[in-house]
């Protein structure tokens, strides 16, 4: 662990490797958007639930990004997956900034980020889905 409450990986028990992404459910108001992300170098600590975090954004005119925490699914997994949602509402209007949820109606696009910070190349690269 590192100094005031930032945590580095313990001396990378696994090599880097590039992580996925991978977001399901119906884009539609009012279902959840499930995100997944597996990324085995963001398992931080071996006793503890880890986090990381994604990026939603959407096509429409002044909706906020939403910042998704997503947890680690399993203490004992070789390959360590994140899990959250995201609700859908329906609005012609943005939303407020994090405020939990998306405001959607049709045509609207939306954009999940990662920011993979250790891939197999040495440096970072977002990963996207739309």
Same mark, same amino acid.
């Given at each position: 662990?590192?100094?005031?409450?930032?945590?580095?990986?313990?001396?990378?028990?696994?090599?880097?490797?590039?992580?996925?992404?991978?977001?399901?459910?119906?884009?539609?108001?009012?279902?959840?958007?499930?995100?997944?992300?597996?990324? %085995?170098?963001?398992?931080? &600590? /071996?006793? !503890? +639930?880890?986090?990381?975090? @994604?990026?939603?954004? =959407?096509?429409?005119?002044?909706?906020?990004?939403?910042?998704?925490?997503?947890?680690?699914?399993?203490?004992?997994?070789?390959?360590?997956?994140?899990?959250?949602?995201?609700?859908?509402?329906?609005?012609?209007?943005?939303?407020?900034?994090?405020?939990?949820?998306? %405001?959607?109606?049709?045509? &609207? /696009?939306? !954009? +999940?980020?990662?920011?993979? @910070?250790?891939?197999? =190349?040495?440096?970072?690269?977002?990963?996207?889905?739309?």
């Amino acid at each position: 662990n590192g100094e005031g409450g930032t945590r580095y990986p313990v001396a990378f028990r696994k090599h880097a490797e590039d992580a996925v992404l991978n977001v399901s459910g119906e884009i539609r108001a009012g279902q959840l958007l499930h995100i997944t992300v597996a990324d %085995n170098d963001r398992d931080l &600590d /071996l006793d !503890v +639930v880890d986090t990381v975090q @994604v990026q939603v954004s =959407s096509s429409k005119l002044h909706e906020s990004v939403e910042i998704v925490t997503l947890y680690e699914t399993s203490l004992t997994s070789e390959y360590p997956t994140f899990t959250g949602q995201l609700i859908t509402k329906p609005a012609r209007v943005a939303g407020g900034p994090s405020d939990g949820c998306i %405001n959607v109606v049709p045509n &609207d /696009l939306l !954009v +999940v980020r990662y920011l993979d @910070v250790a891939t197999r =190349s040495g440096s970072a690269r977002s990963v996207s889905s739309t």
